[in-house]
């Protein structure tokens, strides 16, 4: 059997490219240090970022309809970084681009070393930055 090793990519699809992007800009590339890149599909332009572990891609919506985060679908996105003073520099400079990110800060009702900002892209996506836990490193490190 085959073992999955990582996500590929994610796709967002959003109702306002060049909206989207310059949000995107500012989170993927200027807080997490993603690189882009474009390109088109079908007749479609798509937009993506991506480090060395995976990618995310914007496409141009079909449909008029507003996110909603619990109807069926992607209730939110979830990026981690290696510790909570990560976190807290990741919300210190979305904030100082103009994105409104919450205070970096301890969240114990989730794991006693549970760090995280929370912020929204244009689309009212949730998005999400957390810090690589214990107990994420400790199923990792000793899987088998």
């Known amino acids: 059997m085959a073992e999955v090793i990582g996500i590929d990519h994610i796709y967002i699809t959003v109702s306002d490219l060049a909206r989207s992007e310059f949000f ?3 989170v993927l590339l200027g807080a997490l240090e993603f690189r882009k ?5 079908a007749g479609d332009p798509h937009i993506q970022y991506f480090n060395k ?6 496409r141009p919506a079909r449909s008029k309809a507003e996110h909603d985060p619990y109807s069926p679908g992607l209730h939110h ?3 981690r970084v290696e510790s909570a003073a990560d976190v807290q520099a990741v919300a210190e400079q979305l904030r100082s681009q103009g994105i409104e ?5 301890r969240y114990p009702e989730y794991a006693e070393d549970y760090s995280a900002t929370f912020f929204s892209d244009p689309d009212g996506i949730r998005l999400e930055v957390t810090n690589y836990r214990q107990e994420r490193r400790e199923r990792h490190d000793n899987w088998n």
């Open 37 to 41: 890149n474009s390109f088109t599909l």
């Open 101 to 105: 990110a919450s205070d970096a800060r």
């Open 53 to 58: 572990l995976f990618g995310v891609v914007l």
């Open 77 to 79: 996105l979830c990026l």
């Open 24 to 26: 995107y800009d500012r």
